[in-house]
């Protein structure tokens, strides 16, 4: 069964940094692109970065290019959200999640960790 | 930035009835090397992840129940739920991966009466 569970959310004050994981299980995560997907309270949804297989390709949202840092370690079976100078506006509900074979939708989701910039 | 619209916002239906809701996108999201529409379409029931259901514009999902069906080409996209259950309750977003930023719908929130 293929699970993703992420941790590592709580409040943070703006400008400050935070940095999620998310534990893959059930699946050669190494054979799968990853991503992370976020939800601020009662919106919709909204695509944050995601990873190649190997790591060695990644891709943002342009809001948080230069702030947000994606990676993986594959021998871990873990994928990574470096947040650094946070904003108000990150606050929402962090999704990990799988890229389907051969496309970037998304075929698996984690249960999510929420993340809080308040000062 | 691809622009994915949805509508309605919301809707209310009976169980048993039949439900449409639409999916426009601002760029055809039909790839001419193989014909395949990159296109998505997720559930999000109260309190939980989303859950894809249909890729490809019209694939459902391994054990997706069969009322649920997607449609569409280019820019216009549709999912029908042809009878709709109570378990249904949820909001509905399509998500297109023709290109990066991936980007979703705003959902349409599906309510029953």
């Known amino acids: 069964e293929v699970q993703l569970v992420e941790s590592g959310g709580g409040l943070v004050q703006p400008g400050r940094s935070l940095k999620l994981s998310c534990a893959a299980s059930g699946f050669t995560f190494s054979n799968y692109g990853m991503a992370w997907v976020c939800q601020a309270p009662t919106k919709g949804l909204e695509w944050v970065a995601s990873?190649?297989?190997?790591?060695?390709?990644?891709y943002y949202r342009d809001s948080v290019k230069g702030r947000f840092t994606i990676s993986r370690d594959n021998a871990k079976n873990t994928l990574y959200l470096q947040m650094d100078s946070l904003r108000s506006e990150d606050t929402a509900t962090y999704y990990c999640?799988?890229?389907?074979?051969?496309?970037?939708?998304?075929?698996?989701w984690g249960q999510g960790v929420m993340v809080t910039v308040s000062s | 930035d691809i622009v994915m619209t949805q509508t309605p916002s919301s809707q209310a239906v009976s169980a048993g009835e039949k439900v449409t809701m639409s999916c426009k996108s601002s760029q055809s999201l039909l790839y001419s090397e193989n014909k395949k529409n990159y296109l998505a379409w997720y559930q999000q029931k109260p309190g939980q992840s989303p859950k894809l259901l249909i890729s490809w514009a019209s694939t459902r999902e391994s054990g997706v129940p069969d009322r649920f069906i997607g449609s569409g080409s280019g820019t216009d996209f549709t999912l029908t739920i042809s009878s709709v259950q109570a378990e249904d309750l949820a909001v509905y977003y399509c998500e297109q991966y023709y290109d990066t930023p991936l980007t979703f719908g705003s959902g349409t929130k599906l309510e029953i009466k």
């Open positions: 990873i190649s297989t190997g790591g060695g390709n990644t």
């Open positions: 999640a799988r890229h389907a074979d051969g496309t970037y939708g998304f075929d698996y």
